[in-house]
């Protein structure tokens, strides 16, 4: 009966000819082994050894051609049939900080690897079970309640392998017994296979059924027979590290290091910049596994977007540039007792166009740019430091489907209106400052020549508010796609992320601006 259920819920993990290289060290030789189903195997290994890289190619998280790590030979499930699905409890936890905990499960159960058969069960039973506060926010949770939570998501999605991450790391010897005892219990009730990655031999030994040593100088992964446990300390030998050869200090760099430098940084920003524009129209198709996952991220990014400090900047950037465009023109018109009268008219009629064709528009998109794709570029950039990124893809979900479609979509929405909100208060503070200036003239009298050029018919393309949603449309396509893969780029460090965060802002800017220049000469 038991054995049933298990061949039912889990696989056995089989390793064939794996080989693994990080740049030109070799981490495995090629090796072939089996992780039971529906037992805990722990894997065990010196500092450097290669471990956490081993559990990430498990998991699917790498590539067989990363750039970084290579590797080859497969990984299959029992009897060679191809895994449908590997969890991973993240050491970090990687879970999703806007989703309360409930919805960190309810997720997980959404995207569980067969839908069509019933949830094993809800989000609130999965949190009871593991003793999770379901309405605390996750930022508020205790490191425990966090990795309890962590290994409730990962069940929840339903996976035939559940990998843990240094589960112990950073815990004292009495927590780290009870998150052992946790592993076991719960592996107990689901019947999972699962996969202790470990420094930790002796918090963990106590509950394994199978013990494999990454030996870092055979470079294989060894079964230990459990005579022989009491010999893994002497075998856990730390690997050395190799000697920076990268970086250099800096006094030996000359000039033209720097500069050759700067220019690969350059060439490399403006290649990943064309990659990333001919992959965009295949990544930004809209194929969202649940809509309205979907549409709770829109409402994330569009808050991010066009939320209400958003409006404040552009409230406060229309009322300086409708009161300046307008003010000034008519404080420095040369002569303007005999000149105002005659021009009076078209200067209404050219300032309404500037505002609304140029002079908005461009100051808009340009704080859009600078504002909203810093925001999105560090939300990305934090998701994927944090590894929640990952976590979307060991849940089954394409990171694209639910982060850059709904942050496109944001842009899209989101520029046209703050673009909007930025000009009604550039032409009501005009309004107000033509009047204050002009008080023997009618207010009707601005309304109708401010506004008689706006929508002039211009060549092949339209009218005005054609153009200028246009390029309000352009830019924000361009702002969300540069600060998605500016985030989605690999962060080793926070560094990591405050530096896409800055490139964002460069490369969103002068994209906007490319647009404005480009489309000007279209346009007029
Ligand atoms: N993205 C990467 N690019 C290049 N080399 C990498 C990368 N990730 C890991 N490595 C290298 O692979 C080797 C193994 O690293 P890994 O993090 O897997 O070790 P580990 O066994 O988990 O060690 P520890 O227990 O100390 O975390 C190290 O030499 C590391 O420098």
Partial sequence: MEASMQGETSAALELHELQVRAGSRTLLEPTSTTLPAGKITVVVGGSGAGKSVVLRILAGLI???????????????SQGKPLRRVGIVFQQFALFDELSPLMNVQFAIDHRRDRSKPPEQSAQQWLDELRVPTRTPVAALSGGQKQRLAIARTLAADPEVVLYDEPTSGLDAASGRQV????????????????VVTHDYETLLPIADHVLLLDSERRQLVAVDPSDWKSIPERMQPVATEPPTATEPPRLQSLIDISRRGAFDFLDASGSAIVAAVRLPWDAIPRLPRVQWGLRFLTHYLNLVAGPSAWIYLIMAGLIVGFAGTHFTFRYLPFSVYTKPLLIEDLLAAIGFALYRILVPVMATILIAARCGAAVAADVGVKRYGSQVDALQTLGVRPTAYLLVPIIAAFVIGTPLLEWVGFQTAQWISMLTFAINHPQINASFWQVHFHSQLHSESGWFATGAQWVLLKNVACG?????????RGMRPKQSAGDVSDSIT??????????????????????
């Fill in 180 to 195: 052992a005892s946790l592993i076991r219990r719960t592996q107990q009730t689901h019947g999972r296979t699962s996969v």
């Fill in 503 to 524: 490139a964002t802002v460069l490369w969103t800017t002068l994209f906007v601006l490319l647009v404005h220049f480009v489309v000007a000469f279209l346009e007029f």
């Fill in 477 to 485: 396509i361009g702002i969300a796609a540069i600060a998605y893969y």
């Fill in 63 to 77: 590539p067989r051609h990363d750039a970084a790590i290579q590797w080859s030979g497969s990984i299959t499930g």
